[in-house]
């Protein structure tokens, strides 16, 4: 069955610092994976996908087939990153996606 | 065009009740979603259109959910005699899928409707 599991409900870390989300997934044929991001008050809006294999406000993303992971990454973590993130999967023809139960990062100064 | 609205933005009902929600998604997109999402969780697929063909229900939509499109631009999801357990947060969203264009796909969400039901 297709899942997608994001092991961490929060993680916190000082301004500057490296910050890694975590993704997991299980998928039997090809994925599309995206990375959504919520912050304060706004509505769910896309941070990156992976076909596309952009850097969207310093956030990369790397599909690890083998280790079926979709870990999101920022070198320096800024205040205003502070948000929850989702990790999503879907087919090649972008039907049905499945969410992760999100991480809130949450930077503190 | 501002974006995907939806309507109520809150809505507060009794147990066995009927509720409708409508979505007005981004005009030019042809693909509309809905999802469910309670606290703690993200968002959960729902259904979605393809303009106003309803192509795959998810099995965890009871009979008591139905979805319309009908001129493949507003939708609606109504649900029939609602439970406590419905209480959630829904959630629609459209996109615009072309071929050829798939690295440049992206899902524009609306702000929610939170329904509670008591």
């Known amino acids: 069955a297709q899942r997608v599991t994001q092991p961490e409900k929060l993680l916190s870390v000082f301004k500057g610092a490296p910050v890694e989300l975590k993704c997991n997934y299980s998928?039997?044929?090809?994925?599309?994976l995206f990375w959504y991001v919520q912050y304060s008050r706004q509505r769910l809006q896309l941070l990156l996908r992976?076909?596309s294999r952009e850097s969207i406000k310093g956030f990369t993303a790397d599909l690890n087939k083998g280790e079926t992971s979709f870990h999101l990454k920022k070198p320096f973590a800024q205040e205003e990153d502070s948000a929850m993130y989702y990790c999503?999967?879907?087919?090649?023809?972008?039907?049905?996606?499945?969410f992760g139960s999100g991480t809130k990062l949450n930077v503190k100064p | 065009d501002t974006g995907v609205s939806q309507n109520p933005r809150h809505k507060i009902t009794k147990r066995g009740q009927n509720v409708t929600f409508r979505c007005d998604p981004i005009?030019?997109?042809?693909?509309l979603y809905w999802y469910r999402q309670t606290l703690g969780q993200g968002p959960e697929f729902l259904t979605y259109?393809?303009?106003?063909?309803?192509?795959?229900k998810s099995r965890l939509l009871s009979d008591r959910f139905s979805a319309e499109r009908p001129k493949g631009s507003f939708s609606t999801l109504e649900i029939q005699r609602t439970e406590q357990g419905d209480s959630a947060m829904y959630l629609c969203?459209?996109?615009?899928?072309?071929?050829?264009?798939?690295?440049?796909?992206?899902?524009?969400f609306g702000p929610g409707t939170r329904l509670t039901v008591t």
């Open positions: 969203a459209s996109s615009l899928v072309l071929r050829d264009r798939n690295s440049e796909y992206e899902q524009y």
């Open positions: 999503a999967l879907t087919r090649y023809n972008f039907n049905k996606f499945y």
């Open positions: 998928y039997s044929g090809s994925p599309e």
């Open positions: 259109f393809q303009n106003e063909a309803q192509l795959e």
């Open positions: 005009s030019e997109h042809n693909r």
């Open positions: 992976h076909i």
